[in-house]
């Protein structure tokens, strides 16, 4: 298990859930907006290594006082011993939250038939023609996230998706495209960009403003009712 570190407090990041989050190693993706650039290459020398020894001691530590743990990264179901991670949690009785890329379709199934998740945020990166490029793979066979996004899609827990919108990989029209591809009554969040610094390429990226988003909001609104902004 490759764990990088943790939040030990978070009111964000699992909706309506006193939590913590813990954030794990690698991404098979290299968006150039991501803010995590250290967990998605695996480079972390600065920061001692979490072990899962360490986080599970915490854990039994705050049962009473949290309610929940966000696995994010990274991208976490790249790690195959993560079913057997989360089994450990939930048997202190917290309630988990997984954030995902899609790309992992088998792994996100297993956990979810298991009863080991109970919501996932699935990052949906823009529209098919348009991932390769947003992604930074631009050979990018769409197959997984389809997958994963029809999966989710179908019930089987709950879930968001998500977009972080950034100028200039995504437009109107892209984003139009994005709304027709997962239209239906989901939850879906248009996130703003921000630089926090350690992206991986953040040359002419930028972020659009609070009208634009608005805009770009009532779009989407037109195949995917319950869409909202987040931290715009």
């Known amino acids: 298990m490759q764990l990088a570190a943790f939040q030990k407090l978070t009111l964000l990041d699992f909706p309506g859930t006193v939590a913590c989050t813990v954030f794990t190693k690698g991404c098979n993706f290299r968006c150039p907006f991501c803010h995590n650039a250290s967990l998605v290459v695996g480079q972390t020398e600065n920061e001692p290594a979490l072990t899962e020894e360490t986080l599970l001691s915490f854990l ?66 823009n529209a098919p023609e348009q991932y390769g490029k947003t992604i930074g793979k631009d050979a990018f066979d769409m197959t997984s996230v389809t997958r994963s996004k029809t999966f989710l899609m179908e019930g089987h827990v709950p879930f968001e998706f998500r977009t972080t919108v950034v100028r200039p990989l995504h437009d109107k029209e892209s984003l139009t495209a994005l709304a027709k591809w997962i239209a239906g009554d989901e939850s879906y969040f248009l996130q703003g960009f921000s630089d926090s610094g350690q992206l991986l390429a953040a040359e002419g990226l930028s972020a659009y403003s609070e009208q634009e988003m608005q805009e770009f909001l009532q779009c989407i609104k037109t195949y995917v009712p319950n869409a909202q902004l987040r931290g715009i």
């Open 60 to 125: 039994e530590s705050r049962t009473g006082i949290l309610e929940g743990v966000a696995i994010t990264g990274g991208e976490p179901l790249l790690q195959r011993d993560m079913p057997a991670l989360l089994a450990k949690i939930k048997a202190l009785g917290y309630k988990i939250k997984l954030d995902t890329n899609g790309s992992v379709p088998d792994m996100l199934e297993q956990l979810v038939s298991a009863g080991l998740v109970d919501y996932v945020a699935m990052d949906i990166k």
